[in-house]
Structure formats: C-alpha cells, structure tokens
C-alpha cells in the first residue's frame, strides 16, 4: 500500500522528529534537537523506579520465605530449607507456562532479539510478568541475579512507552537499549557500566547519538536509584591496591584461570538446560524441579541461594577457609546454571561475580601462601576475579572493568585491564560461546561482533532521490492535478501553500477515485494527505529502505534537514532497486565511473530503435553508451522488456534511456539510421516521440 492510500497515526522518522498526541492538550510539538534527550530521560526514569520496585519487591518477597524457613524449620528441622526454592517457583512456574514464556532466563538475548530483529518491540505484558517471576525466583532462594531481569523490564516499559509516543523503530531500538543501561545503572548503582553494558552488549553500535542517549538514560536511572537508596558503592569494598607491581603477573594468571572458569560457567548453564529439554520436562513443572535440586545443594552450603553480592565482602575480607570457597564456586556455578537454565527468572550477571570472586579468593589465599612478601591484600584478587570471569562469560571487557571500578571504588586499574584482557582472548580463541549468544544463534540468530556493512549504507538519499514530481497550489482543481499527474514519471503529486512550504501528497489513485464520483469541484487541500513519515537528503538509503519495508510504503517525501516543510524530492522503491541493481564496481581501490544517480539535471529520454542503426541487434552490453547514461526499460510491441545486458535490441523497439543533456546528442545518434545521421533528429525528444514514419 502506497504512502499516501492510507493516512497513518505514526508521527516521525526518527529521532529528530516527535510528534505526540496527547488527549488533554492536543498535539504537541517538541523541538526536534531535544525529542531524544526526552525520550531518553522518560527511559531513564521508567528504569529506575523499575529497579527500585524490583528491588523492594524482591526484599518482600524474601522477608515472607524467610518467615516460611523459620516455620518449616520448627516444624520439620533444617532439611526443609530445600522445599522452599520449590515452593517459590511455583508461581514462576505458572508464569511462564501460562502467562509469558518470554519471562524466563536471565532476559538479555530477548532485548537482543529485540534490537537486532524486532525494531525495538518488547510486549508490554513481560514487564510485570517478568517483575513478578523474578521477584519471587531470587526472593525464594533461586540462585541468580536481577540484573537481567531488569533489562528485560525496563526495556518492554520502554518499547511501550516509545510505541504510545508513535516513534519509528529505529528510536525504538535505542530506546530499548537506553532502558538496558538504565536498568543496570539503577540496579548497582554502576552508570558507567550501564552505558557500556548497552554500547556493547545489547546495542553493539557506536556512535555519538547512541552514546548520548544511552548516556541520559543511565544517569537519569541512577539518580532516581541514589534518591532511593545513597550513593554508597554496591559491595562496600575496603579500599585495595598492589602491593607490588610484580602482582600483576599473578594478576595475568587469574584471567587465564578466569576465562577456564567463564567457559565452563556458560558450558554448564546451556547444558542444564539441555538435559531439561532432553528429558522433556514441561515448562509447567520445570522451574519447580530445578529449584528443589536448588534447594537440595543449599542444604550442603546455605550461601549459594539468593543473588549472594553481599558474601563478596566477606570473601574480599579473607575471612572464609580455602576449602569452603571451593565448595562455594562449585556449587554457585551448578546452582545458578539450574536456577536459568530451569527456566525461573533470573540473571547470570550476579553468579558469575560471585564465582569471579570466590575464584580470585582463593587464588589469592594460594598465592599468599607462596609469595608472602609479594603479595597484597585477597580483597585485589578478589575484584581482579570478578572483572575477568564475567569478561570471560560475556566477552564484555569494557563493561567488566567499569562494573568493578564502580563496585569497588575505582582502584586496581592495571590488574583489571591484564586480568580482563587475557580471560577474553583466552575465551574468544576458545569458543565464539557467551553467556549471552548461545541461546540467540540456537533460534536462528547469529550476532557477529560487528554489523555486516552494506553498500546502502555509503549512499545518501540525496543521490538517488527524484526531483521531477509535481508540486501544485493547495487551490489547484481536479483538471490541474490530472494534468499534473499525466506528466509525472511517478504516480503522486505534491501540494504546497502560498509560501511553497509542503503540506502533503496526491496519488493517482485519489484523483481517479475523485473523477469516478464527479467530484470535480475538489481541490488538493481535500485530497491531500500528510506524509507522516519522511527521510533527509543525508539520511543512508538503507535507512531508507528500512522505512520502506516496516511501512509498507512504496514512496518517501525528502524534505530538508533545517526546514521539514521544505520538499527537497521523492525517494521511491523503485529508485533503491535500481541502485543496488547497478554493477558492482565499488571494490577497494577500483575507481567506480560516475553513475547517472550522482549527476543533476538527468533528463530521460525516449528514443526509437530505427531499421539500419548501430543500436538494431546489439545487445545493452554492446551498444556501450556514454558513461553517464544508461538504459532504463524497453517498450517491445506492447511489454516491457527489462534492459538485462544480454537483451538485443530490435527495429523499432522503444528505448528509455537516463542520460545528462551533454550527452543527449550522443545516446540519439546510436539509433538513428546510419544514412541519416547527417540529417536533423528532430523527432528524438526528451518526452514521447511523435509516430515514425515508416515511409521515411
């Protein structure tokens, strides 16, 4: 369906424009430099009091399991500790099964899909579906975190929220990944990370308007977190430093043991999961029986339940034996791979800390063993651990640096990035396997580390783009817009005011429908309809072709950058097919000839294949026409033959051909009879050619 058949409600093309219908003021026009930074700051916002719900909602729900423990306890003893995961996950079990199956898991990879797949739509329905499940998962004992939770949450309220506001997907998209950052930033109190986390897991592409937005998001959050809860760091961590610069090869060997363990955590949660699916447990019970296997571990060491951050300082303080920081990695690891891989709401973001922790304890307490006069406080061993088995896990080096900096109060800037560097190596050479990724490329979806780049996007619209439609009076009559429309290579005209500021588009469609019902007293204002969505001349034509096909539109308005009621052109399906389907003469250092769509003043001409000229039985290959022109269709007895280069021409075959006026004399001498080029050519006109006589 054509751009202008339909009116559409959906206001904007990106970013720079916004337009919301609100119901007690009516339209509102928002300037177009500040639309995003509002966008962002309402993400930023909707995170937050997320998080901070998320957060309260978690500590009441804990708060009555605990009340159930004591209970058990005194009824039955100790061994019904591990009934109570069992218990809490019954409610998760029926969300998942009943209400929202996207609710399960950590969260991330569906904002993934999100972003690369979907245009930015999240349901709405996971936001409190996924707030409830992983309230009672990790409040009843589910070892995990809720950090991907809350990426899941903020990033639905946020598509939501983007949706009402009828923004295209390409701000849905940030917008989504503005809520990621939020979430994380709200949820640790980590804006840096935040950012990061969205710029290189979710979002995965650079670039200054990102990033702001991004930014706003993250800082907005974490406003709304510190107003709740301070500004204190997450774990609370004693201030750390080298004791020596000699640590730093210890450090190097952590981060080779950190990417052993990262992979081994990622193996192991994918692995329960499969044994799940082999088994065929349904999800209607899942959740349910691998938090009572859950529960079971727990009976061995009670502090691998729960999100467990706050055993970190205890294990940076050196207070815990070597043998019980074994047990606790160990079973953390199993634990948390069931808690997820069960299908309970939960995070890895959390467990792999605390397994990167209990790892760099106890490799510290090895190492002090050894090195007594080398080496400093575990507490450095401990956050060096944290940043490489998450670095490992996610191959998200920057956000496992700044996660920890802002955690622990920015220190150990060197032991981080060696530790980080190595563990991420390491696991890149491994395995291409994240925490993230195994489960997106298992449905169909492989995210590379870098976006396939496409020749649309090193072309601009303002190449392509047709400057010859028609512009009428806002005044003009049925009679004037046909005969506008009857010179018209498109199937649309546009409608200007007295200022010549655009107003919107006519198609043929209209004007016929118009003169089938005798309304010939109409004027354009009556037909016109208001082009909702539009490109800019610099805006890339994949961009471009990405409106096309969400919108299911056949055309695009150009209006300038500075002033949008300023028609610059019409972009059309046509013209992008006829772009990609030029030759590919664009490889590395190859100097691609000046193509037609690069030159302005194109003219089309319309020329007749005469009997005896150079162009009868050449093919479009072999009649080698100037640079700058080529051959756009062939009228044949009555069809259009497509100018394939292996196509031969035939006497009296109507060519159109897209030349520049310098040219022009040139492309006609090709069809004229070699015995009468010396005389005048007058019937070779830019437009339709008069009949030819045979008898000539």
Do not use: C
């Not at 923004?167 to 950012?195: E, K, W, Y």
């Amino acid at each position: 369906m054509s751009l202008v058949e339909r009116p559409s409600r959906r206001f904007g093309t990106r970013s720079a424009q916004l337009f919301w219908r609100l119901p007690a003021i009516g339209r509102v026009r928002v300037p177009r430099n500040l639309a995003p930074i509002l966008l962002a700051s309402a993400v930023g916002l909707a995170a937050g009091f997320a998080a901070v719900v998320l957060t309260e909602l978690i500590a009441v729900v804990g708060d009555g399991f605990d009340s159930l423990t004591r209970v058990l306890d005194d009824l039955a003893g100790g061994w019904t500790l591990m009934l109570v995961p069992a218990i809490a996950a019954i409610p998760v079990a029926m969300i998942v099964w009943r209400i929202s199956p996207d609710s399960q898991g950590a969260g991330v990879p569906y904002v993934m899909v999100a972003v690369e797949r979907a245009g930015g739509f999240v349901r709405p329905i996971i936001a409190p579906a996924k707030l409830v499940a992983t309230a009672f998962t990790i409040g009843g004992g589910g070892a995990a975190g809720r950090e991907g939770p809350i990426v899941l949450i903020a990033a639905s309220l946020a598509s939501t929220l983007g949706r009402l506001a009828r923004q295209p997907s390409d701000m849905l998209v940030l917008m989504v990944a503005a809520a990621a950052a939020g979430g994380v930033a709200a949820t640790f109190n980590t804006p840096i990370a935040g950012t990061f986390f969205a710029m290189e897991v979710v979002l995965r592409r650079f670039n200054v308007r990102n990033f702001t937005i991004v930014v706003v998001s993250a800082v907005v959050a974490n406003i709304v977190a510190v107003a709740f809860y301070g500004e204190s760091a997450g774990l609370n961590l004693p201030d750390l430093e080298l004791n020596s610069n000699w640590e730093l090869f210890l450090h190097a060997i952590v981060g080779v043991s950190a990417a052993v363990v990262g992979i081994l955590f990622v193996r192991t949660r994918f692995f329960t999961e499969d044994v799940f699916e082999f088994l065929g447990v349904s999800l209607a019970i899942r959740p349910i029986v691998g938090l009572l296997i859950v529960g079971m571990l727990a009976l061995i060491e009670s502090n691998i339940l729960g999100a467990g951050l706050e055993q970190i300082a205890v294990f940076a303080a050196g207070g815990v034996t070597v043998s019980t920081l074994g047990v606790l990695m160990v079973l953390k690891l199993f634990a948390a791979s069931l808690t997820i891989g069960s299908g309970a709401s939960g995070g890895a973001f959390a467990p792999l800390l605390f397994v990167g922790a209990t790892l760099g304890a106890l490799m510290g307490a090895g190492f002090e063993s050894a090195l007594p006069n080398i080496v400093g406080p575990t507490g450095t061993y401990v956050v060096v651990g944290m940043a490489a088995v998450y670095a490992a896990a996610a191959r998200a080096p920057f956000t496992s640096i700044f996660i920890v900096f802002e955690l622990s109060g920015y220190s150990l800037i060197l032991p981080l990035m060696t530790a980080v560097a190595l563990a991420t190596a390491l696991a890149q050479l491994v395995t291409r396997d994240t925490i993230y990724n195994v489960r997106l490329r298992r449905a169909g979806l492989d995210v590379r580390e870098e976006q396939a780049s496409s020749m649309l996007d090193d072309l601009s619209v303002e190449t392509t783009m047709r400057t010859d439609t028609p512009i009428v009076p806002r005044e003009a009559s049925i009679q004037d817009l046909a005969n506008a429309m009857s010179q018209s290579r498109g199937n649309v005209v546009a409608v200007a005011d007295g200022r010549n500021r655009f107003l919107g588009l006519i198609s043929a469609t209209d004007v016929t429908s118009a003169v089938e019902r005798q309304e010939m007293d109409r004027r354009a204002f009556d037909l016109a309809v208001v082009a909702p969505i539009r490109v800019h001349p610099e805006d890339s034509l994949r961009y471009a072709l990405s409106l096309l096909v969400e919108h299911d539109v056949r055309q695009l308005p150009v209006v300038a950058s500075d002033d949008e009621t300023r028609l610059m052109g019409m972009l059309t399906q046509r013209d992008v097919l006829r772009e990609v389907a030029q030759p590919s003469d664009r490889m590395p250092g190859r100097a691609a000839p000046a193509p037609v769509r690069r030159l302005v003043g194109a003219i089309e001409i319309e020329a007749r294949v005469e009997p005896g000229s150079r162009a009868e039985g050449s093919t479009v290959s072999e009649l080698a026409l100037p640079e700058a022109s080529v051959i756009t269709a062939i009228h044949r007895r009555g069809e259009v033959v497509i100018p394939r280069g292996n196509v031969r021409l035939e006497a009296n075959d109507l060519a159109v051909i897209l030349s520049v006026p310098p040219e022009e004399s040139e492309v006609r001498a090709r069809f004229v009879n070699l015995q009468s080029q010396g005389r005048s050519n007058w019937w070779f006109l830019p437009h339709p050619p008069a009949p030819h006589d045979e008898s000539r």
